[in-house]
């Protein structure tokens, strides 16, 4: 009987799939994610379900979107009875960990004390003992997960068990990330202050990956093959790596965005203006922002990449050194993109431009993938069918209801195609923005609608426009395709509404 596969599943935090040397970039170099694309299959057109961290992971997990498996924006909990893959496989005989950012469930203080999250990141740093269910009551199994090393928050300003990990070595760090998890201007800020590399939470993630990896080859899990859940919190915001990658990309040296000079017209968008006007949730999503400000973000955004590509190489590297590379699937992705200065805008947020969307996917399956790019359009939700159907796990044990596509026929083919389209779920709930958008992504098209502004959108020409200026939504001669796409759209979305609860009896 052939020995079943493992598992490694890279995942970083809003890098966008234009930020790596393989893509194409003129700047940013990630040797070893190049590498990685070398031996797979790197795909072009990989668009998230959901531009939310909380809302695409569980997607990524479930099979189904959104508002399938409720968490619908941020700050909403993934049911923890909900099927995951996660547990599929460890009930088929797979040893299950995940080893950083998970967010499965919200990290900031909830609205009300009955709320309670095992991944908040002020009871992971309160100095007291807390109700809430963390550090020696995390539940176990997590989602599937049997065995759980955590890392909540962002760039410097992260809890969870590394901060046990970081009080052993740097006990003066410690408490002054403690006092900055506590603080929302601090967490929802642009930049943070610097942790050195080696305590830096990147460098946890890597060395706990070695560890696992050391732990498997030594037989510490019998027989079971891996599925490890290797998660980096960076590159999102607030952004600070170590000087070492900060030296080697310098504020100065940024090229902006062809598009950077777009705000003014973007404060006419009936939609997105009054947004750019009033900005919520103290900046913290969709914003303007300004060449110095754009210059430097971008630069240590690409220092953060870097950095994370580093400790990307040393567990590649592990894999091969330990004899595992052979049967150990790896793939790499991001939960959701950034702005990174398209039209003077940062962050992620309610706006139909593609820096948010559009992220990175990369696939090595032993014996399958050999390296090629495929411009095939794929999403993050078709993951979790592809992961179990290359594992040759049976049907009937997946996660109920799932509305993945299986891309093993593209791995196979990168010509081939299985989707003609990507469709996007965004919904907002914070503070006083309550909002509804959905995006199609077509091989030509994005169209973008929001709830409540009837007779308007966005239509932009992927392959003629792709800077994004030129909304081709009143234009006359993109009538008919507008009417297709708006079509399209509805009969996506139809498709991907939930049908629970299921039907009890003939009448």
């Given at each position: 009987?052939?020995?079943?596969?493992?598992?490694?599943?890279?995942?970083?935090?809003?890098?966008?799939?234009?930020?790596?040397?393989?893509?194409?970039?003129?700047?940013?170099?990630?040797?070893?994610?190049?590498?990685?694309?070398?031996?797979?299959?790197?795909?072009?057109?990989?668009?998230?379900?959901?531009?939310m961290c909380l809302p695409n992971r569980?997607?990524?997990?479930?099979?189904?979107?959104?508002?399938?498996?409720?968490?619908?924006?941020?700050?909403?909990?993934?049911?923890?009875?909900?099927?995951?893959i996660i547990q599929t496989l460890r009930?088929?005989?797979?040893?299950?960990?995940?080893?950083?950012?998970?967010?499965?469930?919200?990290?900031?203080?909830?609205?009300?004390?009955?709320?309670?999250?095992?991944?908040?990141?002020?009871?992971?740093?309160?100095?007291?003992?807390?109700?809430?269910?963390?550090?020696?009551?995390?539940?176990?199994?997590?989602?599937?997960?049997?065995?759980?090393?955590?890392?909540?928050?962002?760039?410097?300003?992260?809890?969870?068990?590394?901060?046990?990990?970081?009080?052993?070595?740097?006990?003066?760090?410690?408490?002054?990330?403690?006092?900055?998890?506590?603080?929302?201007?601090?967490?929802?800020?642009?930049?943070?202050?610097?942790?050195?590399?080696?305590?830096?939470?990147?460098?946890?993630?890597?060395?706990?990956?070695?560890?696992?990896?050391?732990?498997?080859?030594?037989?510490?899990?019998?027989?079971?093959?891996?599925?490890?859940?290797?998660?980096?919190?960076?590159?999102?915001?607030?952004?600070?790596?170590?000087?070492?990658?900060?030296?080697?990309?310098?504020?100065?040296?940024?090229?902006?965005?062809?598009?950077?000079?777009?705000?003014?017209?973007?404060?006419?968008?009936?939609?997105?203006?009054?947004?750019?006007?009033?900005?919520?949730?103290?900046?913290?999503?969709?914003?303007?922002?300004?060449?110095?400000?754009?210059?430097?973000?971008?630069?240590?955004?690409?220092?953060?990449?870097?950095?994370?590509?580093?400790?990307?190489?040393?567990?590649?590297?592990?894999?091969?050194?330990?004899?595992?590379?052979?049967?150990?699937?790896?793939?790499?992705?991001?939960?959701?993109?950034?702005?990174?200065?398209?039209?003077?805008?940062?962050?992620?947020?309610?706006?139909?431009?593609?820096?948010?969307?559009?992220?990175?996917?990369?696939?090595?399956?032993?014996?399958?993938?050999?390296?090629?790019?495929?411009?095939?359009?794929?999403?993050?939700?078709?993951?979790?069918?592809?992961?179990?159907?290359?594992?040759?796990?049976?049907?009937?044990?997946?996660?109920?209801?799932?509305?993945?596509?299986?891309?093993?026929?593209?791995?196979?083919?990168?010509?081939?195609?299985?989707?003609?389209?990507?469709?996007?779920?965004?919904?907002?709930?914070?503070?006083?923005?309550?909002?509804?958008?959905?995006?199609?992504?077509?091989?030509?098209?994005?169209?973008?609608?929001?709830?409540?502004?009837?007779?308007?959108?966005?239509?932009?020409?992927?392959?003629?426009?792709?800077?994004?200026?030129?909304?081709?939504?009143?234009?006359?001669?993109?009538?008919?395709?507008?009417?297709?796409?708006?079509?399209?759209?509805l009969h996506e979305s139809l498709k991907?509404?939930?049908?629970?609860?299921?039907?009890?009896?003939?009448?």
């Amino acid at each position: 009987m052939p020995e079943k596969k493992n598992v490694l599943f890279l995942i970083t935090d809003a890098h966008r799939a234009d930020f790596m040397s393989c893509a194409g970039h003129p700047e940013l170099k990630t040797p070893n994610l190049d590498r990685l694309a070398k031996d797979g299959v790197r795909f072009t057109n990989h668009f998230c379900t959901n531009p939310m961290c909380l809302p695409n992971r569980a997607s990524m997990v479930t099979g189904v979107y959104p508002n399938v498996h409720g968490v619908r924006s941020n700050g909403i909990n993934l049911d923890e009875d909900r099927s995951t893959i996660i547990q599929t496989l460890r009930k088929r005989g797979w040893h299950t960990a995940a080893i950083g950012k998970i967010h499965h469930q919200y990290w900031i203080a909830p609205f009300k004390r009955k709320y309670t999250s095992a991944e908040d990141i002020v009871s992971w740093s309160a100095e007291k003992k807390t109700n809430d269910p963390v550090k020696d009551r995390f539940p176990s199994p997590y989602y599937g997960y049997e065995e759980v090393e955590l890392v909540v928050g962002n760039g410097s300003i992260c809890s969870g068990h590394y901060m046990d990990w970081l009080e052993e070595r740097a006990p003066e760090y410690a408490k002054r990330v403690k006092k900055q998890c506590l603080n929302y201007d601090y967490l929802f800020s642009l930049f943070c202050d610097e942790i050195p590399a080696k305590y830096y939470n990147t460098t946890y993630v890597k060395q706990r990956a070695l560890a696992f990896l050391d732990r498997f080859a030594e037989g510490k899990y019998g027989e079971k093959p891996f599925y490890l859940h290797c998660s980096f919190p960076d590159p999102h915001y607030p952004i600070y790596p170590d000087q070492k990658f900060q030296k080697i990309y310098r504020p100065e040296d940024v090229k902006l965005p062809s598009n950077f000079n777009d705000i003014d017209n973007l404060y006419e968008h009936p939609y997105l203006g009054p947004i750019l006007k009033n900005p919520v949730f103290k900046k913290a999503l969709v914003r303007e922002t300004n060449e110095e400000e754009a210059r430097k973000f971008i630069a240590l955004t690409y220092a953060s990449i870097a950095m994370v590509d580093e400790a990307i190489g040393h567990i590649l590297a592990s894999l091969e050194k330990l004899g595992l590379a052979e049967n150990t699937i790896v793939v790499y992705m991001s939960d959701h993109g950034d702005l990174m200065g398209e039209h003077s805008l940062l962050f992620k947020g309610p706006c139909p431009f593609n820096g948010q969307i559009h992220v990175p996917m990369i696939w090595r399956v032993p014996g399958l993938t050999k390296g090629a790019i495929s411009d095939s359009l794929v999403s993050s939700i078709d993951y979790p069918k592809t992961i179990l159907n290359l594992l040759e796990v049976s049907e009937r044990h997946h996660p109920p209801d799932m509305q993945s596509l299986d891309l093993t026929p593209i791995l196979k083919n990168p010509e081939r195609a299985i989707r003609d389209c990507c469709y996007i779920e965004h919904d907002e709930e914070v503070g006083p923005l309550q909002c509804r958008i959905r995006h199609l992504v077509t091989e030509d098209y994005k169209l973008t609608v929001y709830e409540d502004y009837e007779g308007f959108g966005d239509l932009y020409h992927r392959k003629k426009d792709p800077d994004e200026l030129n909304n081709l939504w009143e234009d006359e001669n993109y009538s008919q395709i507008k009417n297709y796409l708006m079509e399209k759209l509805l009969h996506e979305s139809l498709k991907a509404l939930r049908r629970n609860p299921k039907r009890m009896a003939g009448s």
